[in-house]
């Protein structure tokens, strides 16, 4: 079964991943998935992942993280854009998520950066997801 939006699928395992506990996740890569996770990491919402194949399959193995009461580091990830419905929004008005205690994750023309990046280098672009 093709997925129509791998980006949303990606997170809805993580999401996924995430309510029953689990110490890590296989996605499918792709560029994109790959600089999302890359970001998830640099901000701390997850220890980290590497890059496995299984089956003649590539898969990235992306490991959780957990605070020691055994709560989950990603509270909610929530995709913005999807294929039917594009949002964009420019550095002025970029989204402020849980008063800037969440990241808000965005494609621009110089790559996929934080929204707090894109409003420090005076770009928008397309808001992918966001994340607390």
Known sequence: ???SDP???MLTNIRNAVAAKLEKVDIRPSKLKME???I???EGYVKNFKKITQDEIDLVRVFLKYDDG???IIHGLKSV???GR???SGYKHMPRIFNGLGTVIVSTSTGVITGKKAVAN???GEIICTVW
């Open 1 to 3: 079964m093709s997925v």
């Open 7 to 9: 980006v949303a699928g």
């Open 36 to 38: 999302i996770i890359k």
């Open 40 to 42: 998830l990491k640099n």
């Open 70 to 72: 055994e709560n989950s």
């Open 81 to 83: 854009s999807t294929p």
């Open 86 to 88: 594009r949002v964009y």
């Open 122 to 124: 005076r770009i928008g």
